[in-house]
């Protein structure tokens, strides 16, 4: 994707302070007891998750009245402005939960539908990744010092380092295309939700593929892995959009993304 409008850095910055703040709020539960309870599709949700999209809901309006916004836990608001942030909250709620620290916050703003600001922040490892349409995905490590992002140069699956979530997010008709990938590729593994992005755009990861995503789960890899010289479309090679399907292919070259495509479309 590209986009050739300047974003503003007061923009930026005031993204970066949504998820400092989200930092300390979901921090504030993590590993303690919470009110865990169960939506409507019986994935887990908390206390925190909502809290914490409460906070960036509140302070977006306040901000930026006009801007639109989507969110995990309370759906939309304005989504046809031309300007829209996107937040889950607790991006890897089952991780949140259990005490395992692999879980994130993202934040996206998009403009007319394009995803230019993306942040994915690990507040348990204290990691963060910053991508900014038309410039480099930034690191920033648990010291706070920050690293400009680069893809591997992997180019082929018998070398690829691949992710998946959970295999059991996948359809009965994908499965068999996952068990190919985790059978062809050098290092395959699960886990990871929104930290496999980061890690691919770092360049410890090659190749990640998901389904059953949503936008509020997309939108801000966008720009992290761009930005970092990586590719994300969907399934048949297209952009990501609002009325994607939910499968999502992140690779670190175009050779790794076509074989991976390939792959996905013909068994």
Known sequence: MTNNRDIPDSTVEFAKSLVDQ?????????????????????????????????????????????????????????????????????????????????????????????????????????????????????????????????????????????YTTNILYFGTGDRPKIESLLQQTAVPRFGGDCYSYGLLASGHVDLVVEAMLEPYDYFALIPVVEGAGGIITDWSGNPLQHGSDGRVVAAATPQLHSAALDLLQDI
């Open 22 to 162: 989200a930092r300390k709020v979901s921090l504030g539960g993590f590993r303690e007891s919470i009110e865990i309870a169960q939506k409507s599709d019986l994935s887990p949700v908390t206390e925190i998750d909502r809290n914490v999209e409460s906070y960036v809901r509140d302070m977006v309006a306040k901000t930026y009245p006009s801007h639109g916004f989507l969110g995990e836990e309370f759906g939309s608001l304005n989504l046809d402005a031309e300007e829209l942030w996107v937040v889950d909250p607790i991006d890897g709620t089952r991780s949140f939960i259990t005490g395992w620290p692999i879980w994130g916050t993202l934040l996206a703003k998009l403009y007319n539908g394009f995803p230019e600001i993306g942040l994915i922040d690990m507040p348990a490892i204290r990691e963060r990744w910053v991508g900014i349409c038309g410039k480099s995905c930034t690191f920033e490590d648990n010291t706070g010092t920050l690293h400009q992002c680069q893809v591997s140069n992997c180019k082929t699956l018998a070398q690829a380092r691949f």
